[in-house]
């Protein structure tokens, strides 16, 4: 039998969530997702609309409908593909890459070229050439490739910088773990590219640099060379969901390259789920690097990127991991799921559980449905069964 918490929240997220925003989501006039709603499911248009969002809406979609749990995603998320080449490059032309945000009526609001942003434009440009399989994808990915290797790959010291032009001397772990992730996507959806090769590059990197032997954490911020920063606010904390992600990203890279990446995932995910949350299961948004929390606010993407770090680490064998799935799930389902409408979520609650936000914002449709996606992948009644303790 299906524990109960895993059931209503592929029942949600499957029947309820994937629906709603394919529709009310989304906006036939200027063809794109929308950025936002407010607490009555309706439209916030008056802000920018990011390219890094519609790229995400567009995976969410483009995934549900390749994989059959929501075939008619597949319109929504063709249409705003067209609407983001159009909108936010020149005419479909992506060798100088994408603006990070226009207004509801298509016009530029920053012309920014963002590292994070261009990670998840290849995230979706995988997704959706294994959708559809059009020869013009492929171009744009070739595109976007280039681009990210001219102008934001640090020939120097590896990485990626923030932004171009002008980037910041600060390095961050993010783009890059997200760029891993794009690779991984685009390797699965071409096979025979360069793709696993780019992603061991990045592999190799986290061990290299970004990885802290001590406690078994990585940094969000680093020197421009990668070197750590104990001196600087920037460079001494960690985000438990970040840690989550990099668990569930090493455990893909290692099953398609057949590597064992256990050492560095494992610490991780000890570190995580001893330092990063509450003894109820709620993951704290930062923690120093004195082992306590930084920020006790709490968001709803840690959460379901646990759920899916556990059920990855459950089905390579770590028993113990579907705990964690089952009891992510019980929190999303709990504190951040269902409300202020039944599609809609609340995005980051203080430590007495009340919202932060007074809008749904539609980035965290990624994280959902990425968790949704990995516990369909495995059998949910060996997680269920696996989780009735807590952490």
């Keep these: 039998m299906i524990d109960s918490p895993l059931t209503s929240y592929a029942n949600l997220v499957g029947k309820v969530i994937l629906p709603f925003w394919s529709a009310e989501g989304f906006a036939?006039?200027?063809e794109m997702f929308c950025e936002r709603l407010d607490f009555a499911g309706r439209p916030?248009?008056?802000?920018p609309h990011r390219a890094m969002v519609q790229?995400?809406?567009?995976?969410?979609?483009s995934h549900a409908a390749l994989v059959g749990v929501f075939p008619a995603g597949a319109e929504p998320a063709m249409r705003a593909l067209d609407g983001l080449l159009d909108r936010f490059c020149d005419g479909?032309?992506?060798?100088?890459?994408?603006?990070?945000?226009?207004?509801?009526?298509?016009?530029?609001i920053s012309a920014t070229r963002d590292s994070y942003t261009h990670a998840f434009v290849l995230f979706a440009l995988a997704a959706a050439y294994r959708l559809s399989g059009e020869p013009r994808l492929r171009r744009a990915i070739d595109q976007t490739v280039s681009f990210v290797d001219r102008r934001l790959i640090d020939s120097r010291h590896f990485g990626l910088h923030d932004r171009h032009p002008d980037p910041s001397g600060l390095k961050s772990q993010n783009p890059l773990m997200h760029l891993l992730e794009a690779y991984l996507a685009l390797h699965e959806a071409m096979p025979d590219g360069p793709f696993l090769d780019r992603a061991g590059t990045i592999v190799a990197h986290f061990g290299a640099k970004?990885?802290?032997?001590?406690?078994?954490?990585?940094?969000?911020?680093?020197?421009?060379?990668?070197?750590t920063l104990p001196d600087e606010p920037a460079g001494r904390f960690f985000e438990p969901g970040h840690q989550f992600e990099w668990v569930w990203l090493l455990q893909w890279y290692g099953a398609l390259s057949g590597t064992d990446q256990s050492p560095f995932a494992d610490r991780l995910w000890q570190a995580t789920g001893h330092h990063g949350m509450t003894g109820d299961g709620l993951c704290f948004d930062e923690v120093g690097l004195d082992l306590r929390p930084r920020k006790l606010s709490h968001r709803l993407w840690p959460h379901a990127e646990g759920a899916k770090a556990g059920t990855i680490r459950h089905a390579s064998g770590d028993a113990r991991a579907a705990e964690v799935a089952a009891a992510m799930i019980g929190v999303l389902t709990k504190t951040f799921l269902n409300r202020p409408f039944p599609a809609g979520w609340i995005d980051r609650v203080?430590?007495?559980g009340r919202a932060l936000l007074d809008y749904v914002p539609a980035s965290s449709l990624y994280h959902l449905y990425s968790a949704f996606s990995e516990l369909s992948r495995h059998n949910r009644d060996d997680i269920a069964a696996g989780g009735r303790t807590r952490l």
């Design 28 to 30: 036939a006039g200027p």
């Design 44 to 47: 916030i248009d008056d802000v």
């Design 92 to 108: 479909g032309d992506l060798r100088d890459g994408v603006s990070f945000s226009v207004s509801s009526s298509g016009r530029v």
């Design 210 to 227: 970004l990885f802290q032997d001590e406690p078994g954490i990585l940094l969000e911020h680093y020197a421009a060379d990668w070197s």
């Design 55 to 61: 790229a995400r809406q567009i995976f969410v979609f």
């Design 350 to 352: 203080d430590p007495d």
